[in-house]
């Protein structure tokens, strides 16, 4: 089963990994978008929420200071389901089921996340063990 827990986390943690890179090297895109939804200083919005995700992303993959890590990922994804995906003030029928899907997305997330504190520490497999 530690073998498993640890391909899971690999894939996990390389989705965070990922999700960062997108919002570094998507920066000028992503911060249009989250400025189009009224978020304020946009730029500065998407490096810190890139810092979060490779913070959280790096903490699963390695298994170094998960709850650290899975902190950074919940102060990352509760903000963002409520204010970058909020279906309830679309009006739009098409639209309002995409962000309703990113939204439903964004809180399996966090409870994925949040279900990784029940695993004891130091978890299996992780770097410095």
Sequence with gaps: MEILFLIGRIILG?????????????????AGYTQSKGVPA???AVIVSGILL????LSILTGVQPTLGIAALVIFLL??????????????PNMRMMEMTQFMKDVALMG??????????PWPLSLGN
């Design 79 to 92: 903000p963002v389901a409520i204010v970058m995906h909020g279906f309830w003030k679309v009006s739009d």
């Design 14 to 30: 390389l989705f965070y990994i990922n999700s960062a890179f997108s919002h570094f090297s998507r920066l000028e895109m992503m």
């Design 42 to 44: 946009s730029k500065a």
């Design 54 to 57: 490779l913070m959280g992303g």
């Design 112 to 121: 994925a996340a949040l279900m990784l504190l029940a695993i004891p520490q």
